[in-house]
């Protein structure tokens, strides 16, 4: 077989997929570092919302709004590294009154779960709560996020108990996810934990 018999057969394969792999690269590249600002920013609007609606907050329809309106009521509470340990959200006339809200994470069915905790002045009592991100089944353990859910945590006081999905609840009870009870134990474990880490952390 002759040089030129085995640059095509042998190294011109090797070299073009090389090729390709370097052009992806390059594509790839390029996007994340096109788009890496504009996720950041979407990041900081996502937890934003999050912690002005765990506060019990009445949001503005567009981002821009909600920026200016997170700068007006929310502190960021941070220890002597600079880590935000909580935030506090003033009394306004967006508002039914001052709230705490903790940023807590628990062990899902399939990753972390991640949600905003409220918690109103006297910090015994829930002013709502919202999940930042989430891995659990779509259509199942998935549901955490969806608006019937978590606004049903408003007004509850701790320690939570599970009941089924449709089933009256008093203040220290909330519905479950039918066929979803390892995610809403997850969440009961998560605002429960966060109730009662709240009166240690947070500095009235």
Known sequence: MSEKQLFKKR??????????????????????TFTEEKIKINEKLV?????????????????????????????????????????EVVESEYSPGKAYVIIATGSGLWGDITAAVGIDENVDTLTGIEIIDQNETP???????????TTQFRGKKGPLNIVPEGQTTSEQQFQAITGASYSTAAIKSIVNATLEDARGRIKS
């Open 11 to 32: 190294l011109f394969p090797i070299i073009f997929m090389l090729a390709i792999t370097l052009v992806f690269i390059s594509v790839t590249t390029a996007i994340y």
């Open 47 to 87: 937890l934003k919302r999050a912690i002005l609606t765990a506060a019990g907050v009445s949001l503005p329809d567009d981002p821009a709004g909600i920026d200016n309106l997170y700068n007006r009521v929310v502190q960021e509470i941070t220890d002597s590294g600079g880590e935000v340990v909580y935030y």
């Open 139 to 149: 259509g199942l353990g998935g549901r955490i996020t969806e608006n019937w859910f």
